[in-house]
RNA sequence: GGGCGGUUAGCUCAGUGGUUAGAGCGCAUGCUUCACACGCAUGAGGUCACAGGUUCAAAUCCUGUACCGCCCACCA
């Protein structure tokens, strides 16, 4: 073949887009049911289902991390021939979007109840198809090899139908059920919010102390409260029963400041005698825990917040002023009518709605709620279990504490965008039914005139049924008998209860198993600083301004993410530096091939050398690469991708490209053009740069499918070539044994250079003197030993031969190489040098020493390990025996 | 308040009982070595947070302490 001339750097821009293109014509992402490759078998299905990105969403540097590490684990699946089928979607995401769109109607001047529901959710609709799509294009720009032509909408009609579905048969199984509660309720999107969805945050506060003077003309009580402002809703105030303090006064009343009410004092083991003043106002309508103690005592609810966090019109003066401008207005009064004994600082949690920050409410209102109870419990047994495995294992035991406190769960939203509840109530009988069909008359009653439920389902209410309602369930679908349950989940810690939990929940409830065996957690991606990345904050690192915007391209982004992605940390530290570093690396990487590619006239891959045409180099490559392969492969199965990300960065730059390339070279010149010898040293270049591409390829796909092309003889596409085997045969421990001689003669050689300020333009010659088996490894090297250290041609000599004199040398484990200098050898240096040396040497003997005169160790330490330190003593001992003669040589010996 | 994680070179991290603890970046020195200066070579740099303990042997296992971070939680 003619040789091929390729650029010294490789722009990325230039190449990856096309290729996905082409990939994407190609019909490689697809996966389609095929009996023939059978549940379980080597080529079955491998299913992941993409965490859903909201439709709102925008690249981030945290959906970069998870989404690469699944497109990893479904390009290495596919390419071992498994069925891999990657399930992507967008989320509608309710709060989210529903706010986004409000913003942008606010913007023209319009509000929701002007707008009207149905013409509201026609502009979210219209939001959706200008902007729904950015994300799915980001997508694609980072490679991942998404299944496009599944892509789903949750609102899309099939999934809408199975949302309803599911509703349906939760509610009349019992399991869905409406209640007046507490609930948390965000003032700002006017809409409850389940307790997954609050955000506890740490503020400074403060707390007030109020009295509340006694009914019958005594001091009363003082409280400590930290919203005054809901003092105006008090109906008791409760002591601990077995609090000295307040014995006398329980069962006696008191005056609630400003709106002079008289309320019990009431007793209660709830109370915390430590806390403030051990006294607690009791506001059953503002505060869940009051709300119990209400309930208890049988006191009334007051309410004095709007659903907007407003004082309510019967709240006099403070009617329509916000919860924290009345909280100051009834501080100042308390503090008017001298009740107000004092206000310290204080530092507590307040629950913020994840969505829009806003400090939320506990607030009485109608609901529909989720008894998890039982689900819950299932979920636990499965993961106790082990047929869902959390790596890292940790994660299953935060999930277990979740699943183990299950608490009711608030499904309904008063919102406008989602999946409306499929109930209806009958305006004469009051029955509530539930249908995924619009109802027209009660079917208890018969005739009576039926209302839709208004609210919207929370969105991981849909998210839920996931990975089956993709799938085509509630049909029996072929799809969902092949390819449920599926394989793996990779997420986010911050979505383990939200989403993961409840995926295995409902998998279990509707399906009878779970939706996925493994589940990855990817750590949390934060600045060097260690601050979480957001946009809002400035603090992130933006993955497509990376891969365009600075031209690093997705592979490098990819790589820099993964080699980092290990299981022990629960943070990732990044920064751009690190994407950098990986372009270098594959600048390095396509370099090489330049070189292989230069040497590959004549090449033909078909020719297979025999064993005998295998250079010492050849073979140590090959048995490396071996040994290269099984570790990737080994790595990947357990979840460790930073270490096949380290592996292949390991074997490419400091073996493939330091040694072995280094090594061809000098084969290359030896071996003529047309030789069987040639041949062999072509075909290791090809093929080792091949098979290692194909191990890359998960993690950098675009690079390495460049490099497929371009090499020699690879028809189709690396993305379903065959995942390489490891050869066993390829291991050779003699000649992994003869590199590592080679190496440290040719290192030390190196650094002898470098201290005696050789050039590396200066030819030298050296002496290798070398013990017999150090001899035999050396001797098939010896031309690349001497260009490795660029030394005029060597012979290796028995050790046994006499010093060369005038000389500096190097004394490594059974060799010694020495470089003749005449008169130029500096004995001060030189004697320096040698005493640094034994410094070292006797160091380490010293503690080796000990061990070994030490009878416990000999008696307890494993015999085998006993005898290497017996060996390495013997070999330190020698070379000190060594390092004296030489000094003895130069006179005046260093000190001992 | 409960739970979980982290603390190893200037930075980011490997290293889970057995050589004198490693890598990349950064730093220093030298190099137009015919694939690559986004490179090559050499080198400096660490009492493995601290204190106890277990063991023939501890960065590694156990206990405690300190600091940093995360999650859960109705002490107002």
């Known amino acids: 073949m003619a040789t091929r001339t390729l650029r010294t750097t490789y722009d990325p821009r230039a190449v990856e887009m096309p290729r996905y293109t082409e990939w994407m014509r190609a019909g490689y992402f697809r996966a389609l049911v095929d009996p023939s490759r059978t549940r379980g078998s080597s080529r079955g299905p491998f299913v992941i289902m993409l965490p859903l990105p909201n439709v709102t969403g925008e690249s981030h540097i945290g959906t970069a991390s998870t989404f690469s590490i699944q497109d990893v684990l479904i390009r290495w699946r596919r390419m071992q021939g498994r069925n891999a089928l990657w399930q992507p979607g967008t989320d509608h995401a309710g709060i989210a979007t529903q706010n986004v769109v409000e913003r942008e109607i606010a913007r023209e001047g319009l509000t929701l109840e002007a707008l009207g529901r149905e013409r509201f959710v026609q502009r979210v609709w219209q939001w959706k198809e200008t902007y729904g799509n950015i994300i799915v294009e980001q997508l694609k720009r980072m490679g991942f090899s998404c299944d496009w032509d599944r892509y789903i909408f949750t609102l899309d009609p099939p999934y809408y139908d199975a949302v309803l579905e599911a509703f349906v048969r939760l509610f009349n199984q019992g399991l869905i059920y409406r209640g007046k509660r507490m609930v948390n309720w965000c003032p700002r999107d006017q809409s409850a919010i389940s307790d997954l969805e609050v955000e506890h945050v740490e503020v400074d506060t403060q707390l007030w102390h109020v009295r509340y003077p006694g009914a019958g003309g005594g001091p009363g009580i003082t409280i400590a409260t930290q919203r005054p402002e809901t003092i105006l809703a008090d109906v008791a105030v409760a002591v601990h029963p077995a609090d000295p303090r307040y014995a006398a006064l329980i069962g006696t009343e008191v005056v609630v400041p400003i709106v002079n009410r008289r309320v019990p004092v009431i007793a209660d083991t709830r109370v915390d005698r430590e806390f403030g003043t051990g006294a607690l106002k009791i506001t059953p309508g503002h505060d869940p825990m009051d709300n119990e103690i209400g309930t208890d005592h049988k006191l009334p609810t007051l309410v004095i917040l709007d659903p907007r966090g407003r004082m309510t019109a019967d709240t006099g003066k403070y009617a329509g002023q916000d919860r924290f401008e009345a909280r100051k207005a009834v501080g100042a009064d308390l503090q008017a009518l001298g009740l107000l004994e004092r206000v310290e600082p204080y530092r507590t949690n307040v629950g913020t709605c994840d969505r829009c920050h806003a400090v939320i409410e506990p607030y009485i209102s109608d609901q529909w709620f989720a008894d998890m109870t039982s689900m819950a419990a299932r979920a636990a047994e499965a993961i106790r279990s082990g047929r869902v495995r959390f790596h890292h294992e940790r994660w299953a035991k935060i999930v277990l504490q979740f699943l183990d406190h299950i608490r009711p769960w608030t499904i309904s939203r008063q919102l406008w965008w989602g999946h409306r509840i499929p109930v209806w109530q009958c305006d004469v009988c009051g029955e509530r039914t539930a249908a995924k069909t619009p109802l027209e008359r009660c079917p208890k009653c018969g005739g009576g005139p039926v209302k839709q439920d208004p609210d919207v389902l929370d969105t991981w209410f849909s998210s839920g049924i996931w990975p089956f309602a993709t799938l085509g369930w509630p049909m029996e679908t072929p799809d969902l008998r092949y390819f449920y349950p599926g394989d793996v989940l990779v997420t986010a810690n911050e979505i383990l209860f939200l989403w993961v939990a409840r995926m295995i929940m409902m998998g279990l409830h509707f399906m009878g198993d779970v939706p996925f065996t493994d589940v990855y957690v990817a750590p949390t991606v934060m600045t060097l600083e260690g601050r979480r990345m957001s946009r809002s904050l400035g603090t992130g690192i933006d993955p497509l301004e990376m891969v365009d915007g600075r031209g690093y391209g997705a592979d490098a982004v990819r790589f820099a993410l993964i080699s980092r992605c290990s ?267 040698l005493a640094r040396a034994l410094r070292d040497l006797d160091a380490e003997l010293l503690s080796l020493q000990r061990r070994l005169d030490n009878p416990d160790f000999v008696q307890r330490a494993p015999a085998d390990v006993v005898e290497r330190e017996q060996g390495r003593a013997e070999d330190l001992r020698a070379r000190r025996q060594r390092l004296h003669e030489i000094a003895a040589a130069l006179g005046d010996g260093p000190a001992r």
């Open 567 to 833: 299981q022990a940390q629960q943070d990732l530290r990044f920064n751009e530096k690190m994407i950098a570093d990986v372009r270098n690396f594959n600048t390095k990487i396509w370099n090489a091939t330049r070189f292989v590619l230069m040497n590959l006239e004549g090449f033909d891959h078909r020719r297979a050398p025999a064993a005998g045409d295998l250079g010492p180099a050849d073979r140590w490559i090959r048995s490396r690469h071996a040994q290269l392969s099984r570790a990737v492969t080994a790595h990947l199965e357990a979840f460790e991708f930073d270490k096949a990300a380290r592996a292949l960065y390991e074997f490419i730059w400091a073996e493939y490209c330091d040694w072995y390339l280094e090594m061809a070279k000098v084969d290359l010149q030896d071996a003529p053009s047309g030789s069987a010898r040639r041949a062999a040293i072509q075909h290791t270049l090809w093929s080792v740069l091949s098979d290692t591409m194909a191990l890359l390829h998960p993690i950098m796909p675009f690079l390495t499918e460049e490099i497929w092309q371009q090499l020699p003889h690879h028809g189709d596409s690396l993305m379903i070539a065959p995942w390489p085997a490891p050869d066993p045969d390829a291991v050779d421990a003699d000649h992994d044994r003869m590199m590592d001689t080679l190496m440290s003669v040719v290192r030390a050689l190196r650094s002898l250079r470098s201290e005696l300020g050789l050039p590396p333009s200066q030819r030298i010659s050296v002496h290798v003197r070398a013990d017999e088996a150090s001899g035999r490894l050396l001797a098939p090297v010896g031309r690349h030993l001497a260009a490795l250290a660029r030394t005029d041609p060597v012979s290796i000599e028995p050790l046994s031969l006499p010093r060369p004199r005038e000389s500096v040398t190097a004394v490594l484990s059974g060799v010694e190489v020495s470089i003749p200098l005449g008169g130029l050898v500096d004995p001060a240096k030189e004697r320096d040098r």
